[in-house]
Nanobody, 119 residues
Framework: QVRLVESEGGLVQAGGSLRLSCVAS????????VGWYRRAPGKERELVAT???????NYADSVKGRFTISRDNPKNTVYLQMNSLKPEDTAVYYC?????????????WGQGTQVTVSS
């Protein structure tokens, strides 16, 4: 059974930093693409950052230069370091793992964690 467990988010002032983590179990993590998404109140879920493999990364324009995604394969963990936070970063953040078995792709989601940035 695949399980993704996210760390707690929190309340932070604008300009502050926060690091989220997500631990995966029941999956071959090193062969999986990982990512972070978020859903702000009244908005659709959007991509924040993805890491298809150990080297490549992709970021939403709104977080480039402020957020960093990383992974620790031996620990089955993906991180999202968030710096220079803005009130518009307030959202529920979800980690995502995309695993392939042959030609079939499976996507898994964390439970979501609230990040609130005060102005």
């Amino acid at each position: 059974q695949v399980r993704l467990v996210e760390s707690e988010g929190g309340l932070v002032q604008a300009g502050g930093s926060l690091r989220l983590s997500c631990v995966a179990s029941g999956i071959i993590f090193s062969r999986s693409a990982v990512g972070w998404y978020r859903r702000a109140p009244g908005k659709e879920r959007e991509l924040v950052a993805t890491m298809p493999d150990d080297k490549g990364t992709n970021y939403a324009d709104s977080v480039k230069g402020r957020f960093t995604i990383s992974r620790d394969n031996p620990k089955n963990t993906v991180y999202l370091q968030m710096n220079s936070l803005k009130p518009e970063d307030t959202a529920v953040y979800y980690c995502n793992v995309l695993s392939s078995v042959g030609n079939i792709k499976y996507t898994y989601w964390g439970q979501g964690t609230q990040v609130t940035v005060s102005s």
